[in-house]
């Protein structure tokens, strides 16, 4: 057994007196081997040296017994040396590795007493005192262990205590139990920062109170800084659920007083707080409390989820209530029992549960309402909750009237005053719903539009009651304004109730209520201020114009639409123009005051409202006047409209000129067409042209025409063109006509192959379209050449077939064709 083998100091080495105190070894534990290392010890007895390298020898040859022999020996006369002890105890804590402290106990007290008498000299080498605890921490000797433990840490500087608590910490948390928390309360007074474990432990074993209490301690540290990341308000959830989970076991703690500090500091949590603090209220027993709690919160919360999330509490709280008192009475009734005070509990529960349900409306539109007093639309909402509750009507209106800020209300505050008085119209009480009308003008409204809306009700209030002079009154009151009003409508400085004269809605409300129930006088008055404030708009002008048409006043209705010219510019007065000349010409004015009249409108006209005013001016001609004025018209309608429009004004022009002065007479109109249209444009007009010259006869002329506009017209884009030309040439051309028109197609080509404009904008064409492979575009460019080349290389007496089997081929004339060809050219025909 190691046990055996082990030798002490005392039995390991007598003290001889005679020899002057020096020892004398027992000659058994020492061979022959070992003479030469007893001597050198001999020779130099305070030396470090020879005991080493006796020891290292040892180490080697010699057996356990043989080596602790030599340790202890070698301890003894140099006690204080650390590396003796050290390697000394290392030597004896490997001797019993991997045996049963239980079991083999004794021996383990072997080595503890050797660390003992180690550490009475070397109490200051912490190496030593972790040693010796981690080898207790492997006995089962918690009391040992523990006040070793502290001995340490009073030997020890308090520098040196962190490699203590490494291994004191583990432990107490095996330990457990009051141990593991007195452990733990003197760990927290060197280390505050690790109060974390500290809690979760009180918790795991139960010491609720105590946790409750560390966490109000970290909580009200403002240095304190989570190890797990936790936010502040992290731990205090914690807090307040361990509070509500074990609201029995937590004793002498303020728990409303700190649930209420939270429900302050953490505004977006309210919800969840005020559940807490009536759940703990429930735990409690204390269920008043609790109900209690859950009113406040309802009734002082700011968000819908808030609410939702207490009331939602708080009806699942009534309900178990009911239900418990609902299994009580039946088991009352199953035993035939009776007990009257529970029966009546039971109601009152069951009215106040109902009430509370019929509450949540209102306590929803509570919310709301605190959220934001100013949401006029939340207000009508509470309003229509009260349904006939007249009384509570009144009250609502009048506390949200005093409650909204006109310039913050979300929503149509004047709408809210207008229901306020319609309630009162309805019960029959005009003299307050006037009180109240007349109260709402006076309100600073944040918009004019609101402070005119409040004063048509107001006259619609009195119309609805058939009093129509008081509504005109009101109306007159509203819109009373200086003489000449400098007032800028748009300036939001200035109060509404002085801008709201020149509110444009309020004023043809008044028109049309005074054209209802007013004179033609009034109404001309009324509408005669419109345009002195100067805020007609063009449906004023043309409804001021009609009244004055209808009654006959045509004069002034002309007058009317002059005026609103003069406020008005294109593009209203491009419409205000036709209705004036349109009535002016149905009316059948004198010729020449017409005329002045499309001479005013045609003058700075902007191109694109032109073509309709000309059209009319010369329709006017045509009908009344004369048709070379007529024509005048027309062609300056040609300079005058726009781009777009001028191609159709040319061309109407010219239908007009010929149908009035024949086809002769476009010549000058189709030159200058051809001169002003764009280049697509002009060479649909040559074709026109041409195709009236031949139909003339003039077949020169028109074979000058279609040269003027083959250079508009590239072979490869405008076919159509050349096709229409070449079938001229064979109706109505010979020999020398075709190849001229032969020469200038060429020409014509060549021209647009060098302009670089036009090669781009094919590429570019030919790049959206669908591409064609390199190759076979190649080839149709060599084909096309070729073919052109043929043609200039005709000789006299032959001439290309215009269509056939192959496209440019040459045939002689004089050989009878395969095929009649109708477009081939007959020269004997011709020469004959």
């Given at each position: 057994?190691?046990?055996?083998?082990?030798?002490?100091?005392?039995?390991?080495?007598?003290?001889?007196?005679?020899a002057?105190?020096?020892?004398?070894?027992?000659?058994?534990?020492?061979?022959?081997?070992?003479?030469?290392?007893?001597?050198?010890?001999?020779?130099?007895?305070?030396?470090?040296?020879?005991?080493?390298?006796?020891?290292?020898?040892?180490?080697?040859?010699?057996?356990?017994?043989?080596q602790?022999?030599?340790?202890?020996?070698?301890?003894?006369?140099?006690?204080?040396?650390?590396?003796?002890?050290?390697?000394?105890?290392?030597?004896?804590?490997?001797?019993?590795?991997?045996?049963?402290?239980?079991?083999?106990?004794?021996?383990y007290?072997?080595?503890?007493?050797?660390f003992e008498?180690?550490?009475?000299?070397?109490?200051?080498?912490?190496?030593?005192?972790?040693?010796?605890?981690?080898?207790?921490?492997?006995?089962?000797?918690?009391?040992?262990?523990?006040?070793?433990?502290?001995?340490?840490?009073?030997?020890?500087?308090?520098?040196?205590?962190?490699?203590?608590?490494?291994?004191?910490?583990?432990?107490?948390?095996?330990?457990?139990?009051?141990?593991?928390?007195?452990?733990?309360?003197?760990?927290?007074?060197?280390?505050?920062?690790?109060?974390?474990?500290?809690?979760?432990?009180?918790?795991?074993?139960?010491?609720?109170?105590?946790?409750?209490?560390?966490?109000?301690?970290?909580?009200?540290?403002?240095?304190?800084?989570?190890?797990?990341?936790?936010?502040?308000?992290?731990?205090?959830s914690?807090?307040?659920?361990?509070?509500?989970?074990?609201?029995?076991?937590v004793?002498?703690?303020p728990?409303?007083?700190?649930?209420?500090?939270?429900?302050?500091?953490?505004?977006?949590?309210?919800?969840?707080?005020?559940?807490?603090?009536?759940?703990?209220?429930?735990?409690?027993?204390?269920?008043?409390?609790?109900?209690?709690?859950?009113?406040?919160?309802?009734?002082?919360?700011?968000?819908?989820?808030?609410?939702?999330?207490?009331?939602?509490?708080?009806?699942?709280?009534?309900?178990?209530?009911?239900?418990?008192?609902?299994?009580?009475?039946?088991?009352?009734t199953?035993?035939?029992?009776?007990?009257?005070?529970?029966?009546?509990?039971?109601?009152?529960?069951?009215?106040?549960?109902?009430?509370?349900?019929?509450?949540?409306?209102?306590l929803?539109?509570?919310?709301l309402?605190?959220?934001?007093?100013?949401?006029?639309?939340?207000?009508?909402?509470?309003?229509?909750?009260?349904?006939?509750?007249?009384?509570?009507?009144?009250?609502?209106?009048?506390?949200?009237?005093?409650?909204?800020?006109p310039?913050?209300?979300?929503?149509e505050?004047?709408?809210?005053?207008a229901?306020?008085?319609?309630?009162?119209?309805?019960?029959?009480?005009?003299?307050?719903?006037?009180?109240?009308?007349?109260?709402?003008?006076?309100?600073?409204?944040?918009?004019?539009?609101?402070?005119?809306e409040?004063?048509?009700?107001?006259?619609?209030?009195?119309l609805r009651?058939?009093?129509?002079?008081?509504?005109?009154?009101?109306?007159?009151?509203?819109?009373q304004?200086?003489?000449?009003?400098?007032?800028?409508?748009?300036?939001?400085?200035?109060?509404?109730?002085?801008?709201?004269?020149?509110?444009?809605?309020?004023?043809?409300?008044?028109?049309?209520?005074?054209?209802?129930?007013?004179?033609?006088?009034?109404?001309?008055?009324?509408?005669?201020?419109?345009?002195?404030?100067?805020?007609?708009?063009?449906?004023?002008?043309?409804?001021?114009?009609?009244?004055?048409?209808?009654?006959?006043?045509?004069?002034?209705?002309?007058?009317v639409?002059?005026?609103?010219?003069?406020?008005?510019?294109?593009?209203?007065?491009?419409?205000?123009?036709?209705?004036?000349?349109?009535?002016?010409?149905?009316?059948?004015?004198?010729?020449?005051?017409?005329?002045?009249?499309?001479?005013?409108?045609?003058d700075?006209?902007?191109?694109?409202?032109?073509?309709?005013?000309?059209?009319?001016?010369?329709?006017l001609?045509?009908?009344?006047?004369?048709?070379?004025?007529?024509?005048?018209?027309?062609?300056?309608?040609?300079?005058?409209?726009?781009?777009?429009?001028?191609?159709?004004?040319?061309?109407?022009?010219?239908?007009?000129?010929?149908?009035?002065?024949?086809?002769?007479?476009?010549?000058?109109?189709?030159?200058?067409?051809?001169?002003?249209?764009?280049?697509?444009?002009?060479?649909?007009?040559?074709?026109?042209?041409?195709?009236?010259?031949?139909?003339?006869?003039?077949i020169?002329?028109?074979?000058?025409?279609?040269?003027?506009?083959?250079?508009?017209?590239?072979?490869?884009?405008?076919?159509?063109?050349?096709?229409?030309w070449e079938?001229?040439?064979?109706?109505?051309?010979n020999?020398?006509?075709?190849?001229?028109?032969?020469?200038?197609?060429?020409?014509?080509?060549?021209?647009?192959n060098?302009?670089?404009?036009?090669?781009?904008?094919?590429?570019?064409?030919r790049?959206?379209?669908?591409?064609?492979?390199?190759?076979?575009?190649?080839?149709?460019?060599?084909?096309?050449?070729?073919?052109?080349?043929?043609?200039?290389?005709?000789?006299?007496?032959f001439?290309?077939?215009?269509?056939?089997?192959?496209?440019?081929?040459?045939?002689?004339?004089?050989?009878?064709?395969?095929?009649?060809?109708?477009?081939?050219i007959?020269?004997?025909?011709?020469?004959?």
């Amino acid at each position: 057994m190691p046990g055996e083998l082990l030798v002490k100091p005392t039995s390991a080495m007598q003290i001889d007196p005679a020899a002057g105190g020096k020892n004398d070894i027992n000659l058994y534990l020492i061979s022959e081997d070992d003479a030469q290392f007893e001597q050198d010890i001999l020779r130099d007895p305070y030396g470090m040296r020879p005991w080493l390298q006796y020891i290292e020898f040892k180490v080697k040859n010699g057996t356990i017994q043989e080596q602790v022999f030599v340790y202890e020996r070698a301890c003894k006369e140099f006690p204080r040396s650390y590396k003796l002890w050290k390697a000394y105890l290392d030597l004896r804590r490997k001797h019993v590795t991997g045996l049963n402290p239980a079991r083999y106990e004794q021996e383990y007290d072997k080595v503890n007493d050797c660390f003992e008498r180690a550490l009475v000299l070397l109490n200051k080498m912490p190496r030593i005192w972790t040693d010796y605890l981690e080898f207790l921490m492997k006995q089962c000797k918690v009391t040992k262990t523990r006040r070793t433990f502290d001995r340490a840490l009073r030997a020890l500087p308090i520098t040196q205590h962190n490699r203590i608590w490494a291994l004191y910490i583990p432990f107490a948390n095996t330990a457990s139990g009051e141990t593991a928390v007195r452990i733990w309360r003197r760990y927290m007074q060197v280390h505050p920062e690790d109060a974390e474990e500290f809690i979760e432990l009180l918790l795991n074993l139960g010491h609720y109170n105590e946790a409750a209490r560390k966490y109000i301690e970290i909580l009200d540290n403002p240095r304190f800084k989570s190890k797990a990341l936790k936010s502040h308000f992290q731990l205090w959830s914690e807090l307040c659920d361990l509070l509500v989970n074990h609201a029995k076991e937590v004793k002498g703690i303020p728990v409303e007083r700190i649930i209420r500090s939270g429900i302050i500091k953490f505004s977006d949590q309210k919800g969840k707080l005020w559940t807490s603090l009536a759940t703990y209220w429930i735990t409690t027993g204390d269920f008043e409390r609790a109900r209690d709690a859950f009113e406040e919160g309802v009734t002082s919360v700011m968000t819908v989820r808030d609410f939702t999330q207490i009331f939602d509490s708080y009806v699942e709280f009534e309900e178990s209530v009911i239900g418990t008192l609902m299994e009580a009475a039946a088991e009352r009734t199953a035993e035939g029992m009776f007990d009257e005070d529970a029966d009546d509990d039971l109601d009152i529960r069951m009215m106040r549960f109902e009430q509370l349900m019929d509450r949540r409306p209102f306590l929803l539109n509570d919310v709301l309402l605190r959220q934001n007093p100013n949401n006029v639309t939340e207000w009508e909402k509470r309003v229509a909750l009260w349904g006939a509750n007249k009384q509570e009507v009144v009250n609502t209106y009048t506390n949200a009237i005093a409650a909204v800020n006109p310039k913050k209300a979300v929503g149509e505050f004047f709408q809210l005053w207008a229901n306020y008085a319609k309630f009162y119209e309805k019960g029959g009480d005009l003299r307050n719903a006037r009180i109240i009308m007349e109260k709402a003008v006076k309100v600073p409204f944040k918009t004019v539009q609101e402070l005119a809306e409040m004063w048509i009700n107001w006259a619609d209030l009195e119309l609805r009651n058939e009093n129509f002079d008081r509504a005109m009154e009101i109306m007159a009151k509203a819109t009373q304004a200086p003489k000449k009003s400098t007032v800028d409508f748009f300036d939001e400085k200035i109060p509404p109730q002085q801008r709201v004269h020149k509110s444009w809605k309020m004023w043809s409300y008044y028109v049309d209520m005074v054209e209802s129930v007013g004179t033609l006088d009034d109404t001309r008055k009324v509408y005669e201020r419109i345009f002195e404030l100067r805020i007609a708009t063009p449906q004023t002008v043309v409804n001021y114009a009609n009244l004055l048409e209808e009654n006959k006043y045509f004069e002034d209705s002309f007058k009317v639409y002059e005026r609103g010219l003069d406020l008005f510019s294109y593009p209203v007065a491009f419409e205000l123009w036709n209705l004036y000349l349109t009535k002016a010409v149905n009316r059948r004015m004198d010729i020449e005051r017409l005329r002045d009249l499309f001479e005013q409108a045609i003058d700075g006209v902007p191109p694109k409202f032109a073509k309709p005013l000309y059209l009319m001016y010369g329709n006017l001609e045509e009908e009344r006047g004369l048709a070379r004025h007529a024509m005048r018209i027309y062609e300056r309608a040609t300079r005058a409209v726009s781009d777009e429009n001028r191609f159709e004004m040319f061309n109407f022009y010219i239908t007009k000129s010929a149908s009035n002065f024949g086809l002769t007479s476009t010549r000058p109109i189709y030159e200058r067409a051809i001169e002003a249209l764009p280049d697509k444009e002009a060479k649909e007009m040559c074709l026109k042209f041409a195709e009236m010259e031949r139909r003339l006869g003039e077949i020169d002329r028109a074979r000058a025409i279609y040269g003027h506009a083959s250079q508009f017209c590239d072979p490869r884009t405008n076919p159509e063109f050349w096709t229409k030309w070449e079938k001229f040439e064979v109706q109505h051309g010979n020999e020398d006509t075709f190849k001229e028109m032969l020469r200038v197609k060429r020409s014509v080509q060549a021209q647009y192959n060098t302009d670089v404009n036009f090669i781009a904008s094919q590429a570019l064409a030919r790049g959206q379209g669908q591409k064609k492979p390199a190759e076979q575009e190649g080839s149709e460019k060599r084909d096309s050449m070729e073919a052109l080349e043929r043609e200039a290389r005709v000789p006299a007496g032959f001439v290309a077939a215009s269509t056939g089997p192959q496209a440019g081929s040459v045939k002689k004339v004089e050989e009878p064709p395969a095929a009649a060809n109708p477009d081939a050219i007959d020269l004997d025909a011709m020469e004959e």
